[in-house]
């Protein structure tokens, strides 16, 4: 069989997704930012992820989500996160991309044994 003759079985990835990771923020701001810029560090850090993870260079943080990593401080932010990125499409017709993540607060009681989770929405 040729290489022109075989047919491209792989699917197209879904535009619209969503997904549940947990983000040790300790282990991506620590020696990397003094004690005063840890919390701006950190919400630096999630945005950095959710690009990596989610293919885009739009990233929105939720207001949720910047009072929960603001809520110890600037000098504190928590030492893990469980964040909820959602990939969604831009209604605004002149922006340079179709598509933007949104990163969410998800509320968990413990951090034991959690994996990353696609979520139906």
Do not use: C
Request: charge should be positive; proline fraction near 4%.
């Amino acid at each position: 069989m040729a290489k022109g003759d075989q047919q491209n079985t792989r699917k197209p990835k879904p535009d619209l997704v969503s997904r549940d990771y947990t983000i040790h923020l300790s282990k991506l701001t620590h020696k990397k930012a003094s004690f005063k810029k840890m919390a701006p560090r950190a919400i630096k850090e999630i945005r950095k992820f959710a690009q990596k993870s989610m293919g885009t260079k739009d990233v929105r943080i939720d207001a949720g989500l910047n009072k929960h990593i603001w809520a110890t401080g600037v000098r504190k932010p928590p030492t893990r996160v469980r964040v909820r990125l959602s990939r969604k499409r831009n209604e605004d017709e002149e922006a340079e991309e179709k598509l933007y993540t949104l990163a969410q607060l998800v509320e968990v009681s413990s951090f034991k044994g959690l994996q990353t989770e696609n979520v139906d929405a």
